[in-house]
Each structure stands twice: as structure tokens, then as C-alpha cells.
């Protein structure tokens, strides 16, 4: 399955990666999201990181449920396969589509309505299955495509365009990915690309479930007073623990840091996280800790972003499984049927 | 000895009879009971085993029938020769099932009152319970025990071939071989007891035959799991569920012995437990879109369940396989009883104007076939391909031709486009139809940097996936669906015909496990002095041989294991056929069909001469 890519002509002068790819191959089609959606904000995240990653674009499946965010796999990736599923089902898809070919990479984007409403269930265990993917929340407290109804992450006591109370609690995913067992989980904000890009490229790079919870404005129905996912709140209560570089290659991470600010995470492709931490008390490798610094920070109505929690050997499914090294959907007869031999076996004892 | 005498002439055949053990579920009588039918399969006679459970892990009744069977009537025939009646519970209601002249077998511990029993059986009393007490201290080696000495008692009464039985106990305990000495002297308890004190053999008697040939012995959910091994599946997404489970089960014992890689012990399959009936058949389609060949094994609830996902799969043509294993509903219904009801809930599956493949197959050496051959279909056709078991077939041993295949045989993998095709230029729109047979092309996620890409979606679009709301580009896509069912039908499973010796205006439509009580029953009803033409439906879409067999009777009855008559409404919805020319003959009490329901049903319509047929009433 495997097929050398041939970039296509671009203008020479714009910059190009290891692969001599240029941005544009790592874009879509015209977004048809209101001006100014976080959407699309993090859809140019995604973009830029697979850009700087330099990855093959035709080797990315990716895959998603229903809403505006989930619209979003439209406007990325024009090279690669995309899925637009059912709501609240991305997750079981993307299993089915990692099972078959476990050598592409898994993007999966969904919606606080389609993964904390409709589909926690799946969102869950997706997760504590370890699918090697990354899963990326486009979180606006709303059901934007259906027009402003509050999704279970609205907070409460946040108000609603129109006016209306929420009374319910809220459900952070970042921390439930915590306590299912997700080995790299992380927040972040649509409106802060320098946080978001390294954060997605290190999702990718992560083997095992690679969990992202972006916080992303609606606009059109959760950026008002009151709101407690508009731009302006979230900058305000913003609580960032680190600020990471994702570095592909051998590039000697000395030279760029002061030791001691940093802390170096490998993961299983070769690439380096460089975590500088903002917060010196953060354990990025402490899941219990994780778990309550988040809690102890959300009582304080902040939120926390960054990289939360990161396994260090962690694995797949494919690896719980034991699944052959050869993608299952390039099995052929031979190695798949047993033929008439094994039947008369078979058959000799039923008797 | 409590042995009574007959009223009735006691009934005295020989390789044509119907035992049935009514025991208390969770008390080890299945693998006592099963060794009992399979002896008699190696003594040569054909058995027709059934298992009646319920919905419960311990201490509900459960009843074993074995038809034992020398003309190879393998449906169940209703009614009992002979009772072994083993659980005080259902005592009562136990002994009233039992024909009369037939023979009760019970545990006589327990002096019980002469009015208990019925004057025109035979009643064969063996103090189970006491023998078990003086050979045994462990309670639960009486239990288990207890089981094996009533085959023992068994063996003698009918003139059975102990050996048989002794061969079977030694095959079971095989890796156990501690356990064989003392099943055989329980046995050999139960059957020197007999000896002695009973009169061995009564009316009933098995003989030495040459009629099992070289069949097997299978439940249906193994033989559908192994055509899914057979059929290249390599990813099997399941939740379990009653009569399914074991399908997904044997799947994965299947692997275990046939897909593991000889060098590195990886595995050549992915088999996961879903978190329900919604991620197990989104699994599948992700997988299959993917480009794996990807199956669920459920029953009607699940079914229930997955109708959504099943809309987008047939609208987004993506290929899955569905093994229907189904049971009594509606909801849940009698989950441990057999039915074929949901043949309008997958025919129809999901919301909006949908049309699924389905298959019918008739016992679990065709289970094994349509298992496998799902695969092809569900690839050429890129859709649902569902393949229709039930409980009688998927968790009842039969008696089944042996299963063969074509080494020569390849995958059908439909209309793939490669990267060298799209190297070359190839033209690829997702949805064009290319050939007009209504099958589009489709390319495997990865395939190629710059071409062959698309956006898959349950939303509408146009020939070359890209999304609109247009109404042309939409009618224009549902008529080219309506294009591939049609290519469908000469694809899938032809129905098989036979015609009546004598020329007869009547028909008989059926389907799947009701074949080999039909097969009985049209000698019954030839007995009564009519005749019948037949056709076994195999698969929808309907064949248009179905059309013809209707055009070509007055009437067509139209069999099945439901209480709406669902086949007969899709052939009359399907085939444009007047309902009135299609009789519904219907069973539907949970319990597999007979050739006696049947032969009566029919024979008192034909009785009747002037058929009455059913007016539709709008
Ligand atoms: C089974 C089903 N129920 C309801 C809907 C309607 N629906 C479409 S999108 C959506 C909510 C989307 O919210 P979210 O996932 O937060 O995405 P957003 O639009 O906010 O990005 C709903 C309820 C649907 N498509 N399918
Ligand atoms: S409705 Fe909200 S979420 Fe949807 S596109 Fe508009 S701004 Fe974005
Ligand atoms: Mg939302």
C-alpha cells in the first residue's frame, strides 16, 4: 500500500518541508463555518502541524461525527481519505479503520455535543482501548449546528444567548480521558496556535490515545457575556501548566533551552517533546497528580491547558491484540484461508 | 419396580423416535445428554438434537429433545416417545407432553402417588437419587454423576451400543483422563441397574445403520463463524447477545487455531468485544471502509440498535457483514426461543428509502457457505450483506453435509481502484456508475498522495462525492441504488425448486431452518393425498424465478417463523403480487417448526378444496 509521493508544482517561492511539500498541500476545500468560528482556527492548526511534521498528506484517514466541528475534515487534508460519520459514533469508525490498516494515521475531530452528549460512550472507550489515534474535541459548550442548545460541557451556571441558566454540571473530557486511562491527554484554545500546533504534532506522534480538548468559541452562539467558552473568558482564565516544541529528527535540544526549564519527552516515532513548564509543580507524567491539579484549578474557575499528561511507553490496541505487522486489509486468500486441508481436518472432528 | 403397565398399547418403533430430557438448567445434564445423541449418531442412526433453555444461569427447567431419526427427518417432529423426566418442577406438565403409549423415565427416590402418572404410559422408575447417595459423598459428583447414570440406564433400555458411549466419554476427558474411570462406572451403575431390575429393552430400540454417512455434527453459529474465516474476515466486531454470542465465540476459537502467523504468533485477525451494538457495527463499517473485510454477529435487539449506522452504510455504500442469529421478540422478548422475525426490520433496515441484502440459509452446512460468501457480496455490492441465522440453527447441533471448498477459489473484492489504475489517469468519481450495473468505483483510504481521495458521508452528493442538497444529483444517486439492487438479485443465492410427481395449482414458499421440517412435511401432506411444489427462497432481492413460481400456482403458501408473515409481505411488496394468491402459514411460539404443524396447516387448507383466501382489509 505504500506509494512515493509526487508533490505537485507549486510556486517555488513558498516554503516547503522535508517531504517538499507546501502548506497547500495540507489544505482542503473553503470552509463554510461562520467568520470567526474556532473551528476553523484549529482546522489551520491541523494543518500547520501536519505540514511541519512532514507528513505524507494521503496517509492520514480522518474521520469524524456530525456537527460544525465535525464539518471541519472538509477543509484539511484534500489528499486524504475523510469520514463523515454518524453522531457521537467517530470513535467506533476510527477503531474499525485502525484495526484494518494500523500503518495510516488517525485523526479523529468531533464536537462536545457528538463526544460528551451523544456519544460519551463511545468517546470512552475508544479511549480506554488505546486506539493509536489522535481525537481532537472542537469544545464550544454548544450544539452550534443545531443553534445554540447547551452541550453537557457548558458550565454551570453559564448563561445561554438567550438568556437561559445552565443548571446542570458541566463534564470536563480532559479529565475524564485522565481517568480512562487516555496516555496522552491535553488542552488547549482555537485562539492560541503556538500552544495548539505542538500540541496536535505530539498527538500524532503519541503511539496509543492521544486525547485533545480544544477549547473553540461559537461565535454565532457562545461568545457573550456569560459565556464561559467565549474568547474573552477563556483568555482570562487561562492556566497554561507548559509550552511545548515538538521536534522531529536529531536537532540538539540543548542549544535551545536552559536546562532545568525544560523536560524532555521521547516518544515512540524518534520525535522529542520539549516541555517547558510554565507551572514547576507539574508532574506531566503523574496521572493521579494530573487528575487533581485539574480539579483543584477548575474549583478556582480556571482552566488549565497544556500537555496534562503524557504515558511514557505506552501502547495500542494493535499491540493488545497482537495483531500482525501487515495491515490487516492486505491479507490475501492465502494468508487469510485455510483452504480445503484444514477442512477435511475440520470436518473429521464433528463426527 | 415402580414399572407400570400401559393402558395404551405401549409405542414400539425402532431408529424413529423422539426422547426428551427435562433437567434443571446448570446442572451438568447438557454434556450428559449431548453424549447420549451423539452415540447414537456413531451407532449410524441420524439425530435431530434440540436444545430448550432459558434465559437463566441456574435453576430454570431446560429441556434436550433428540429425535433419533434413521429416515433423516431432521426437523423437530413435536410430541415425546419417551420422557426422562428429571426435574420435579415441570414433572406435571412433562408427563402430559408425552404421547400416548409413549414411556416415562423418572427418579423413583421419592415414592410419588399413583396419580401423579398417567394410565396409558409406560412408567420406568430408577432411584437415581439413592444410587447416587450410596456411591457418592460429594454433592456435586451426585449431581454430575447423576447425569451419566441415567445414560447408563438409558443405553440398556433402548438396546444401545454402550461402546459408543464409552468412546465419547473417553474423547471428552481426553485431557482430564483422571475423569474417565468414574464416568464409566457411572455409567455401567445406571446400566447394570437397568439390567437387573428393569425390562430392558422396551418398545423403543436403537440399531446399528449406515445412514450418517460422512455428515458432521455442528451448531450453525460454528459453521457462520467459520465461513467468516473461510471469506477472508479479519475483524469481528461484537456485543454479546443471546443466540448470537457463540458465533463471535467460535470465530475466535476458529482464529486461534487457523490465523495465527506459524513464525511470529501474531495474530491475522482483530476480534473485539464492543461497548454495544452501535460501536460494534461502526467498527465494521470503519474497517471495511478501511478495506478489510469486517463482520458482527447479533440478534434482533442489536439489530435494533444498529439501525442508524446501517442507513449510512447502505447510503455511503460501504460494505459489512451481519450475522442476524435471531430470536422471539419483539424487545426482548423469549431471548432463549427461536423465531425468523426480523426479516422486515433488516430487510428495511434505518431510516429514509433503504434496501439491504439478505441470506437465508437453511442449516449450518449453508450457514458455512453464505458465511463465507457474505464477504464477496458485501464487497462487490459495497452494502449490508445480512446473513439470516436463527437460534434453531446457530445453537443447535445438526446433522450437516460436510463442509467443502474451492481451493481455487478468490476473494471477490469488487470495484478497487489501485494506485497504479490511478497513476495510469484512470477516471475516478465515487459515485459514477461506470459500468451500469449501478456498482461505483472505490478506492482504499491511503492509496494515493494527489488522486483517488474522497469524502465519505451520509449526506447527499453527487458523482463525485462532493456534497450537495440538489434534488437532480440526489434521485439521480437513489435511482442508481435502486440499479444495484436489481444487479443484486442475480447475484445472490438462486431459490431452489422442486415440483410435486403430480401436477398440483399449489405452491409452498419457505426459508431457512423451517427446510427440513417442510422436507417432511410434503410427504405428510402427500400422504393426505395432495401435492405441493416447492421453492426454498435463499436470499432478497427476490430472485425473479419467485415471480414465476407465484404466477405459475393458484396459491402459494408462504411458511415461516413469525406472526406478521413477514417474507410474504416483502415478496408481495418486492414482486408487486397480489396478497391474496399468498397464504400465510405461520409458527410462532418460540419453538422450532414441525412437519406436523405444517403438514396439518396446509393439508386442512387443501382439505378444504375451495381455498378461502385472506381478504385484505384496508
Ligand atoms: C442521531 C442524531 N441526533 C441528532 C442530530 C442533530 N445534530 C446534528 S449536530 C448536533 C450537535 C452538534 O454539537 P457538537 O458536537 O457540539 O458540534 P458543534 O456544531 O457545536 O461543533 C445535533 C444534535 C443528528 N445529526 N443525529
Ligand atoms: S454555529 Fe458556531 S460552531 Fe457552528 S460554524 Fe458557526 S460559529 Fe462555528
Ligand atoms: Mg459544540
Not at chain 2, 246 to 251: I, M
Request: with cysteine; proline share 5%; net charge neutral.
Amino acid at each position: 500500500m505504500t506509494y512515493l509521493a509526487k508533490p505537485k508544482f507549486h510556486h517555488p517561492g513558498l516554503p516547503k518541508n522535508d517531504l517538499g511539500y507546501t502548506h497547500r498541500d495540507y489544505e482542503g476545500t473553503v470552509s463554510t463555518l461562520c467568520a470567526g468560528c474556532g473551528h476553523d482556527s484549529i482546522t489551520a492548526a491541523i494543518i500547520q502541524a501536519c505540514f511541519e511534521l512532514s507528513i505524507e498528506p494521503h496517509r492520514v484517514a480522518k474521520i469524524s461525527g456530525i456537527g460544525c466541528s465535525s464539518k471541519t475534515p472538509t477543509y484539511f487534508l484534500g489528499n486524504s481519505h475523510g469520514f463523515n460519520s454518524v453522531h457521537g459514533r467517530m470513535p467506533s469508525v476510527l477503531t474499525g479503520a485502525n484495526l484494518a490498516n494500523r500503518d495510516l494515521i488517525y485523526l479523529g475531530v468531533s464536537g462536545d455535543g457528538d463526544s460528551a452528549s451523544i456519544g460519551f460512550g463511545q468517546f470512552a472507550h475508544a479511549l480506554r482501548r488505546g486506539v493509536n489515534m489522535a481525537y481532537i474535541v472542537e469544545n464550544n459548550g454548544v450544539y452550534g449546528l443545531t443553534k445554540g442548545q447547551f452541550s453537557a460541557t457548558a458550565d454551570r451556571g453559564s448563561k445561554s444567548k438567550r438568556g437561559v441558566t445552565n443548571t446542570d454540571n458541566s463534564i470536563d473530557l480532559a479529565a475524564i480521558a485522565l481517568q480512562l486511562g487516555a496516555s496522552f491527554v491535553a488542552r488547549s484554545f482555537s485562539g492560541d496556535k503556538q500552544q495548539l500546533v505542538p500540541i496536535i504534532k505530539a498527538a500524532i506522534a503519541h503511539k496509543g490515545a492521544a486525547f485533545i480538548d480544544v477549547i473553540s468559541p461559537c461565535v454565532a452562539f457562545n461568545n457573550h457575556a456569560g459565556s464561559t467558552k467565549s474568547f474573552d473568558f477563556v483568555r482570562e482564565h487561562n492556566e497554561a501548566v507548559n509550552r511545548l516544541d515538538v521536534i522531529s529528527g536529531r536537532m540538539p535540544i540543548e542549544v535551545q533551552y536552559a536546562p532545568g526549564q525544560i523536560e524532555i519527552v521521547e516518544q515512540h516515532d524518534g520525535s522529542t517533546i520539549a516541555l517547558r513548564k510554565l507551572d514547576a509543580d507539574y508532574q506531566v507524567h503523574d496521572r493521579a497528580a494530573a487528575q487533581a491539579f485539574l480539579q483543584h484549578h477548575a474549583a478556582k474557575g480556571q482552566i488549565v491547558t497544556g500537555l496534562l499528561y503524557v504515558e511514557k511507553d505506552a501502547d495500542d490496541l494493535h499491540a493488545h491484540l497482537h495483531t500482525v505487522d501487515t495491515p490487516l486489509n492486505a491479507l490475501n486468500e492465502k494468508e487469510l484461508c485455510p483452504g480445503q486441508s484444514a477442512l477435511d481436518k475440520f470436518n473429521a472432528s464433528m463426527r | 419396580m415402580p414399572t407400570a403397565k400401559s393402558s395404551a398399547a405401549p409405542i414400539s418403533r425402532v431408529n424413529d423416535f423422539v426422547v426428551r430430557f427435562a433437567n434443571v438448567n446448570g446442572s451438568g445434564s447438557a454434556s450428559a445428554n449431548e453424549m447420549f445423541a451423539r452415540a447414537i449418531m456413531r451407532m449410524g442412526v441420524p439425530v435431530a438434537p434440540r436444545n430448550i433453555f432459558p434465559s437463566n444461569i441456574q435453576g430454570l427447567p431446560t429441556w434436550y429433545e433428540v429425535r433419533v431419526t434413521e429416515a433423516n427427518h431432521l426437523g423437530a417432529r413435536g410430541g415425546v416417545d419417551l420422557m426422562v423426566a428429571m426435574n420435579p418442577q415441570t414433572f406435571d406438565k412433562d408427563i402430559a407432553g408425552i404421547e400416548a403409549g409413549g414411556y416415562l423415565f423418572y427418579d423413583s427416590t421419592k415414592e410419588l402417588p399413583a396419580s401423579k402418572f398417567r394410565p396409558d404410559i409406560t412408567v420406568i422408575g430408577v432411584p437415581l437419587t439413592a444410587i447416587c447417595n450410596r456411591e457418592y459423598t460429594d454433592p456435586r459428583q451426585r449431581q454430575l454423576f447423576k447425569n451419566i447414570i441415567y445414560i447408563g440406564a438409558l443405553t440398556a433400555l433402548l438396546d444401545m451400543d454402550v461402546k459408543a458411549v464409552e468412546q465419547l466419554i473417553g474423547e471428552q476427558y481426553k485431557s482430564k483422563p483422571q475423569l474417565i474411570e468414574p464416568n464409566l462406572k457411572a455409567l455401567n451403575i445406571g446400566r447394570d441397574f437397568a439390567i437387573l431390575n428393569l425390562s430392558c429393552p422396551i418398545g423403543l430400540t436403537v440399531r446399528k445403520a449406515d445412514k450418517v454417512g460422512d455428515r458432521i455434527f455442528i451448531e450453525g453459529n460454528a459453521s457462520a463463524a467459520l465461513g467468516a474465516v473461510y471469506g477472508g474476515a479479519t475483524v469481528c466486531a461484537w456485543y454479546p447477545i443471546t443466540p448470537s454470542s457463540g458465533l463471535a465465540d467460535a470465530f475466535t476459537k476458529h482464529c486461534e487455531k487457523l490465523r495465527v502467523d506459524p513464525e511470529t504468533k501474531k495474530a491475522k485477525y482483530a476480534i473485539v468485544q464492543a461497548e454495544d451494538e452501535l460501536a460494534s457495527i461502526g467498527m465494521v463499517i470503519g474497517a471495511a471502509w478501511n478495506g478489510a473485510r469486517a463482520f458482527t454477529a447479533t440478534s434482533g435487539p442489536g439489530i435494533s440498535l444498529m439501525q442508524e449506522f446501517i442507513g449510512l452504510a447502505y447510503f455511503a455504500e460501504i460494505p459489512a457483514v451481519i450475522f442476524d442469529v435471531q430470536r422471539a421478540g419483539p424487545s426482548t422478548g423469549m431471548p432463549t426461543r427461536t423465531q425468523q422475525c426480523d426479516i422486515i426490520s433488516c430487510a428495511y433496515a434505518s431510516h429514509g428509502d433503504t434496501k439491504h441484502i439478505l441470506l437465508f440459509p437453511e442449516n449450518p452446512a449453508e450457514a458455512f457457505e453464505f458465511g463465507a460468501i457474505a464477504f464477496d457480496l458485501a464487497d462487490r455490492l459495497q452494502t449490508p450483506v445480512f446473513v439470516m441465522l436463527d437460534l434453531d440453527i446457530g445453537m443447535n447441533h445438526h446433522l450437516s453435509r460436510p463442509l467443502t471448498w474451492d481451493d481455487s477459489k478468490k476473494f471477490d473484492r469488487g470495484k478497487v481502484i489501485t494506485a497504479e489504475e490511478l497513476e495510469a489517469g484512470k477516471d475516478f468519481g465515487r459515485y459514477l456508475d461506470v459500468d451500469g450495473d449501478g456498482i461505483p468505483f472505490r478506492t482504499y483510504p491511503g492509496t494515493h498522495p494527489t488522486k483517488g481521495s474522497f469524502f465519505t458521508r451520509g449526506t447527499s452528493r453527487d458523482r463525485y462525492a462532493k456534497y450537495t442538497e440538489e434534488g437532480a444529483p440526489y434521485v439521480d444517486n437513489m435511482q442508481r441504488l435502486v440499479r444495484k439492487f436489481d444487479t443484486a438479485k442475480d447475484m445472490v443465492p438462486r431459490p431452489l425448486q422442486a415440483t410435486s410427481v403430480n401436477q398440483t395449482k399449489y405452491g409452498v414458499l419457505y426459508f431457512g431452518s423451517t427446510a427440513p421440517a417442510m422436507d417432511e412435511a410434503i410427504h405428510m401432506i402427500e400422504a393426505r393425498g395432495h401435492a405441493l411444489d416447492r421453492m426454498r427462497i435463499r436470499a432478497f432481492p427476490f430472485h425473479s424465478s419467485v415471480n414465476s413460481f407465484v404466477a405459475d400456482h393458484d396459491f402459494v403458501f408462504v411458511v415461516e417463523q413469525n406472526r406478521d408473515a413477514q417474507l410474504r409481505s416483502l415478496i408481495v411488496n418486492e414482486c408487486g403480487i397480489d396478497p391474496v394468491r399468498l397464504v400465510p402459514i405461520l409458527h410462532y411460539d418460540g419453538t422450532p417448526i414441525t412437519a406436523r404443524f405444517i403438514a396439518k396447516a396446509i393439508g386442512d387448507h387443501l382439505d378444504q378444496l375451495k381455498l378461502t383466501p385472506m381478504k385484505v382489509t384496508s
